[in-house]
């Protein structure tokens, strides 16, 4: 079976930082691409960040591109979300998302992926 799962996530002050990671299993990491995706309150969800497994390519979204790292340990098969000088404005549920064969950061939601997975909520107070 398919699997992804989020941990990392938590309750931090502005300027503070979080390691979120997505755990995955039942398909080979490397040839996917892995997106994460964030949603706050009344908010429409917002793509953060992807990575091409297989090549290392990355993208992210321009307000986290200086804060904010995507990385992938096939060894783990684990992908990792690095989020520096978190701020107010990131406090949202954010969810990793399958992709097969790469990243397309042209897709704008996570239900244009494969498959994904629950999600871990990120606070961030002022």
């Known amino acids: 079976e398919r699997q992804l799962v989020e941990s990392g996530g938590g309750l931090v002050q502005a300027g503070e930082s979080l390691k979120l990671s997505c755990a995955t299993s039942?398909?080979?990491?490397?040839?996917?691409?892995i997106g994460w995706f964030r949603q706050a309150p009344g908010e429409a969800e917002e793509r953060v960040s992807c990575?091409?497994?297989?090549?290392?390519?990355?993208y992210y979204t321009d307000n986290v591109k200086d804060r904010f790292t995507i990385t992938a340990d096939k060894v783990e098969s684990t992908v990792y979300l690095e989020m520096n000088n978190l701020q107010p404005d990131d406090t949202a549920i954010y969810t990793c998302?399958?992709?097969?064969?790469?990243?397309?950061?042209?897709?704008?939601?996570?239900?244009?992926?494969?498959?994904w997975g629950p999600g871990t909520q990120v606070t961030v107070s002022s």
């Open positions: 039942g398909f080979p990491l490397e040839l996917y691409g």
């Open positions: 998302a399958a992709d097969l064969g790469r990243c397309r950061w042209g897709k704008l939601k996570k239900s244009f992926y494969n498959f």
């Open positions: 990575i091409t497994v297989g090549d290392g390519s990355t």
